[in-house]
């Protein structure tokens, strides 16, 4: 997953606004045939774990979640629905695309969780179209206060795995330098204070 | 694929500012197993129609279009990558997401197209991160004049239907009322004028 350039360093700024010294960029991962599958199998597992059974329909979050969603769902036979950032000023307007049916419990998907700042705008309009929302899967998490704020939302966080997890595992196959965990480390520790 | 509400008539404006007196809304396919595997199969055929060999990567373009390659993607085990309309003004802004290659012969996919307003700039941006780009796939034509702006792009349209062919067989099988299918007819005739 990270000999594919889904992991930088340097000087980013988060979609919060809040500045980042890595970019976990897991857009790159559907470009690798072989790491895409490995994603996919990932969040199912993270699905069973969750048990399939509790969810009607799969509900990515545009546009790096529709990719996952889009697979996970046409693999696990659900359907699928997609929620937007903004309405779009043509068309049918809405935030969630898809034949969503009222009372369906939405299982929400996206690829990275930071502070949970796009998640809560995406729970917020699955439940205005009427579904029931307690879930939300992410393949990983960067630590920074997403699951709280989904705690607050009523929702749960379900990553496959945390950035921490990541860079210790990594840095013990010497795939990352002391210097770049460091700075994850810090990411992570500035979002706690 | 039409007892799922993806044909709807009325008032409607589509992207290009044109009005429309019907909406081909294939965003609800995916909320529909039984369908979006329908669709992904018709979306098979044309690429086996074309030469699966003829291309490197699938490239879907944002939103609707991410639904189906990633599922094609997926499927045929090829690198995919997606076109955004704008660019995000956080990370690593960039119309094109995904790990591209210089070189690498994409295959554009989107669910339908109308005048090709929003396939060319896609086409471009993927040029000009250095794909090759020859063709355009679409599920469903609507027959408003994209085929010829395509072709005046360098590019080729290969469509599974078109909207036509698809009004003929509903009012064959009693799916579409006289003053529906004429709706259709007459957005497409207005088209060419």
Do not use: N
């Amino acid at each position: 997953m990270f000999g594919i350039g889904a992991l930088r360093f340097g000087r980013f700024t988060l979609a919060s606004g809040r500045p980042s010294s890595y970019y976990l960029d897991l857009r790159v991962v559907p470009s690798h045939p072989e790491a895409y599958e490995v994603e996919i199998q990932a969040y199912k597992s993270v699905v069973k774990s969750l048990g399939e059974e509790r969810f009607d329909v799969v509900a990515g979050i545009a546009t790096a979640g529709v990719t996952v969603s889009s697979v996970l769902a046409f693999v696990l036979k659900k359907p699928m629905v997609y929620v937007r950032k903004e309405e779009k000023g043509y068309g049918l307007s809405k935030l969630v695309e898809g034949a969503v049916r009222p009372g369906w419990r939405a299982l929400v998907v996206d690829d990275v969780i930071t502070d949970g700042g796009s998640k809560i705008p995406a729970v917020e309009a699955l439940r205005k179209a009427g579904c029931v929302v307690s879930d939300v899967v992410v393949l990983v998490d960067r630590l920074e206060g997403g699951a709280a704020r989904l705690a607050a939302a009523g929702t749960k966080l379900a990553a496959y795995a945390d950035v921490k997890e990541l860079a210790d595992i990594l840095l013990e196959r010497g795939r990352l330098t002391k210097g770049d965990y460091e700075a994850v480390v810090k990411q992570v520790e500035g979002a706690k204070a």
